[in-house]
């Protein structure tokens, strides 16, 4: 329970960080892009930037407290034996200019087969001056069945 507080306070921070967008908004949108990587989360198999669809991946509300199911172990354990298919990472406009221009990526979602409960990692640089552990940054969530099928185009064919 505890660690459910301090992962919704974690999470109102990066919320107020992006700012409060909803679907059919077509302004510049907190999250630029989504890019979908191979489950090592190191080849890129999708880049994704159409407005609609980032703006429907953020609609989505990963992090908010109707996020966070009881019935999701939070250590993962719902997971114990699935084979990771991909991982989406939500990519933000630089902050700065010292980052001469390259997106930044503020969290990655880690679909599984044959479930639906995904893996949430928000990136330690979001939260650095924190200094929190990675354990504290990991979250899980179990997701509708329309937002799984979602996940699943934005890896596309």
Known sequence: MRKEIFALAILGIIACLGGCRNFE????????????????????????????????????????????????????????????????????????????GKMEKTFTITVYEGTDVVKMMVMPQIVENIGLSEELLTFYFEVPE???EFFLSLAGD
């Open 25 to 100: 908004e077509k302004e510049t949108l907190h999250t630029a892009r989504l890019e979908v990587y191979e489950a090592d989360g190191t080849t890129l198999i999708n880049t994704v930037e159409d407005e609609e669809a980032v703006a429907r991946f953020e609609a989505g509300g990963w992090g908010q407290e109707d996020g966070i199911s009881s019935d999701v172990d939070p250590a993962g354990k719902d997971l114990e034996g699935r084979e990771p298919l991909f991982m989406i990472a939500a990519m933000k406009e630089p902050a700065a200019l010292i980052n001469n």
């Open 146 to 148: 329309e937002d799984m």
